[in-house]
């Protein structure tokens, strides 16, 4: 019988699998999102903000591993919907600092349940003990991958 560790192209298959989990996690984010009217990487931005408070918008950018372009329409949606505020950092003018609203508080803990349906569908094959070795790997993974730019290929051959 063989085992994934003897694998040549263990890389790369688990690199599908996370896609393939990815895009199965998204479908079912986006219809327990959906009665909310806000999009995913909205309700991302939201998450951020309450676990670690009031933000630069550059930090949101860099936490969400998205274009600050894309970001910007994301708050502006967020703002007018009343879900966050923003204000000008007082040391420093230029800079932009995101801080979750009341009203954004009050759709996040409604969104809560939702998502821990979404969580208990997905992870149902998986005993508690191995939702939290899951959870605890994937925290690393995704603050590595944070953290370090994708590398580009060498152009110069």
């Known amino acids: 019988m063989s085992t994934v560790a003897s694998r040549p192209d263990v890389g790369a298959a688990c690199s599908l699998l ?26 991302l931005a939201l998450v951020h903000l309450r676990e670690r408070g009031p933000s630069a918008q550059q930090t949101l950018v860099e936490l969400m ?11 502006n949606r967020l703002e007018d919907a009343g879900l966050i505020e923003r204000r000008r950092d007082r040391s420093d003018r230029r ?3 995101v801080e979750l609203a009341a009203p954004g508080e ?3 803990s409604d969104l809560d349940r939702a998502l821990r349906q979404v969580d208990d569908e997905i992870l149902a094959g998986l005993t508690l003990t191995e939702r939290q070795t899951l959870i605890g790997l994937l925290s690393n993974l995704a603050e590595h991958i944070a953290a370090a730019p994708p590398q580009l290929p060498d152009e110069s051959c």
């Open 65 to 75: 591993g998205i274009d600050a372009t894309n970001l910007v329409a994301v708050l």
């Open 106 to 108: 009050q759709v996040l």
């Open 18 to 43: 996370i896609v393939q989990l990815a895009r199965g996690a998204r479908r079912r984010i986006e219809q327990a999102v959906a009665p909310t009217g806000l999009r995913p990487n909205e309700v």
């Open 95 to 97: 800079r932009a600092i």
